[in-house]
């Protein structure tokens, strides 16, 4: 099975023992998410510590479209091991914000849900995370335009450093510049060394920019902007 960390060897697949092959109590079922119904792509998800994972039936073409990354997901998938005729492609994705994962999975599907254009300022912030970690900005940000205007005007006021990602993860190279320098001369160290915000918050957790602080001054180096 491929997952977005690379494959497992069919050597440590085949690797079984008696004692893992033999009868044991039955485990549930996973539950499955139907994002597409006719759809040839299962993708499954690990969740709460990979004690528990949740899958969603999709379209392979759909989410080809939506992600280069995960275009490339499913292209090596298919060198290294082509399904059958009639057989479903199984993908595992590491991510634990399902929510947002499955919204992202419906617009895939030209399916938009009627909250979309309803999102708090934290679950945007939060869809904007995973635009970088998943590279689906480019299909989302049209859907988005009027939530990203909204809540892009965050940048510049205290409480609201997180908003530096609605530029850097859609692509807005003047907003963003405005946002890295009001952010950075507002950073300071604490004793553990990490870059911290004037409310407390460590920067280093959520900002995905490598910064390097010279006497109160930060040089910012993007992580993937012509993605």
């Avoid at 993860?169 to 907003?175: D, E, Q, R, W, Y």
């Avoid at 890295?180 to 460590?202: I, L, Q």
């Avoid at 390097?212 to 040089?219: A, E, L």
Wanted: aromatic letters at 10%; a negative charge; proline letters at 7%.
């Amino acid at each position: 099975m491929l997952t977005d960390e690379g494959f497992n060897s069919s050597a440590e697949e085949d690797a079984t023992t008696d004692t893992e092959t033999a009868p044991g109590p039955p485990t549930p079922k996973e539950p499955t998410i139907i994002i597409d119904p006719e759809g040839d792509l299962v993708i499954r998800v690990h969740t709460n510590n990979d004690l528990d994972s949740v899958e969603f039936l999709v379209s392979s073409p759909c989410i080809r479209l939506a992600s280069p990354k995960w275009k490339a997901l499913l292209a090596k998938m298919a060198s290294r091991s082509p399904s059958r005729t009639g057989e479903k492609s199984n993908l595992l994705l590491n991510e634990h914000d399902i929510t947002t994962l499955e919204m992202v999975l419906h617009c895939a599907h030209l399916r938009h849900p009627s909250s979309l254009q309803k999102m708090n300022y934290d679950a945007f912030i939060d869809t904007a995370r995973f635009c970088d970690r998943h590279q689906t900005a480019t299909f989302l940000r049209p859907l988005l335009d009027p939530v990203i205007k909204k809540w892009i005007d965050k940048i510049g006021k205290p409480g609201y450093e997180d908003a530096i990602m609605i530029p850097y993860a859609f692509k807005f190279p003047s907003a963003f510049a405005h946002a890295t320098s009001w952010v950075a001369s507002r950073m300071s160290r604490d004793k553990r060394n990490r870059w911290m915000t004037p409310g407390g918050d460590s920067l280093n957790e959520w900002l995905p920019l490598c910064l390097i602080g010279k006497s109160g001054f930060f040089h910012i180096t993007f992580w993937g902007w012509s993605n």
